[in-house]
T-cell receptor, first 113, second 114 residues
Framework: SQQGEEDPQALSIQEGENATMNCSYK?????LQWYRQNSGRGLVHLIL?????REKHSGRLRVTLDTSKKSSSLLITASRAADTASYFC?????????????FGTGTRLTIIP | DSGVTQTPKHLITATGQRVTLRCSPR?????VYWYQQSLDQGLQFLIQ???????AKGNILERFSAQQFPDLHSELNLSSLELGDSALYFC?????????????FGPGTRLTVT
């Protein structure tokens, strides 16, 4: 498959807790990105990690990439109600062209107030 | 607000009809991407234009076509509509032509085919 597969499919946690989502893929990539989508709305880019990077931070977000295991994780710390959304792992580049983003099926995150 | 605008917001039409969806990219962005999001297929890349020229093609049906105009706005034309074409259609823009550049998504057009 040329798309990333997120795990879990759905996750519910209490506000203030940390949320971790994982993404696995099978092909070579140039970069891996995480996007967020609030219900029925457009996607918002969260973070991009290149294939030669292992970890990246942005505010409360921490992304890791292990190219040997073909996996990535997204950690959201100190979750807030506004973090309730679907999170997509997106593969960029390499075998299927630098122009295409291939979206996974997403992890549905629900933050319980 | 991403800076990407899409019109219309909602569209309800009958099978067999033809519709045009419009997208205006962020100021300065040269690439426009079209995506289809349906419940059973997830988010699928359709096509990309860069500075007026087709750059990449994804799972776009032959009944669908797109173009990017000199002012960089783009239109996605859907013809001979079928029930299965009901979906959210997103447009995204980026400054460059590769996936290394962040894509900014519009709010989407919800198409319902009856």
């Amino acid at each position: 498959s040329q798309q990333g597969e997120e795990d879990p499919q759905a996750l519910s946690i209490q506000e203030g807790e940390n949320a971790t989502m994982n993404c696995s893929y099978k092909t070579s990539i140039n970069n891996l990105q995480w996007y967020r989508q609030n219900s029925g709305r457009g996607l918002v880019h969260l973070i991009l990690i290149r294939s030669n990077e292992r970890e990246k931070h942005s505010g409360r977000l921490r992304v890791t990439l292990d190219t040997s295991k073909k996996s990535s994780s997204l950690l959201i710390t100190a979750s807030r109600a506004a973090d309730t959304a679907s999170y997509f792992c997106v593969l960029g580049g390499s075998n299927f062209g630098n122009e295409k983003l291939t979206f996974g099926t997403g992890t549905r995150l629900t933050i319980i107030p | 607000d991403s800076g990407v605008t899409q019109t219309p917001k909602h569209l309800i039409t009958a099978t067999g009809q033809r519709v045009t969806l419009r997208c205006s990219p962020r100021s300065g962005d040269l690439s426009v991407y079209w995506y289809q999001q349906s419940l059973d297929q997830g988010l699928q890349f359709l096509i990309q234009y860069y500075n007026g020229e087709e750059r990449a093609k994804g799972n776009i049906l032959e009944r669908f076509s797109a173009q990017q105009f000199p002012d960089l706005h783009s239109e996605l034309n859907l013809s001979s509509l079928e029930l299965g074409d009901s979906a959210l259609y997103f447009c995204a823009s980026s400054v460059g032509r590769d996936t290394i550049y962040e894509q900014y998504f519009g709010p989407g057009t919800r198409l319902t085919v009856t």
